[in-house]
């Protein structure tokens, strides 16, 4: 079936460092692939997302592009702040909408 | 657009007394999703719907959980009689029809079993 594994948290990084969160997945077919992130407090929030193979989903500086040689779609930013801490999901489309979520990165940034 | 509302933001309540969560999806949208989300199994599906119809409730982990959508801009997660090992943060989403389509979540209710 359908799975994701993200890279085991939690991140602790300081401002201005560059991060990468790394996400691989397994599935039948072409799926879609999507960074959410949560905020405290909050629901999950769409941060971007590639429909298919070397697509590169961005938003708010990050990136992430879909690997299909290698199964993968990590998540990168070039310089993260305070305001970046926040837990992170990968997820693949499962078809009929149902998304496969991983189990989460917990980011802190600090100052 | 006032985006996904769940209701209540936390419920605390004893062992065995019957619990109601409540979603009002973005309008328009044709799926609504029921999440769990703990720190030992991380965010799982527990129902979704689609034009009010439930289409896979798989996750529902008993029937001590039961979940309806009345109209499209409600749905209810019920859990009767509740148990501790239910605490949790629950939460509602709801997306248009394309696959690609991202889910738009509600900000989750926190309930607490005692």
């Known amino acids: 079936g359908n799975s994701v594994t993200q890279m085991e948290g939690p991140v602790t990084l300081s401002e201005e460092a560059f991060l990468t969160i790394n996400c691989t997945y397994t599935a039948t077919g072409y799926p879609s692939l999507f960074w959410y992130v949560q905020y405290p407090g909050e629901g999950l929030q769409l941060l971007l997302k590639a429909t298919k193979a070397d697509d590169k989903g961005s938003n708010k500086g990050f990136e992430a592009t879909y690997r299909k040689e290698t199964t993968s779609f990590h998540l990168e930013k070039g310089s993260v702040q305070v305001s970046d801490s926040a837990v992170y999901f990968c997820?693949?489309?499962?078809?009929?909408?149902?998304?496969?979520f991983g189990q989460g990165t917990r980011l802190t940034i600090n100052p | 657009d006032a985006g996904v509302i769940q209701s209540p933001r936390h419920e605390v309540t004893e062992m065995g007394q019957e619990v109601t969560l409540r979603c009002k999806p973005i309008s328009g949208h044709d799926y609504l999703f029921w999440y769990r989300q703990t720190m030992m199994r991380g965010l799982e599906l527990l129902i979704y719907f689609n034009n009010n119809v439930p289409i896979d409730d798989s996750g529902m982990p008993e029937d001590r959980f039961s979940a309806k959508m009345p109209n499209a801009s409600f749905s209810t997660l019920k859990i009767q009689p509740s148990e501790p090992r239910d605490s949790a943060v629950y939460f509602c989403a709801s997306s248009f029809r394309t696959d690609n389509s991202p889910l738009h979540f509600g900000n989750g209710t926190r309930l607490t079993v005692t």
């Open positions: 997820a693949l489309s499962g078809g009929a909408q149902k998304l496969v």
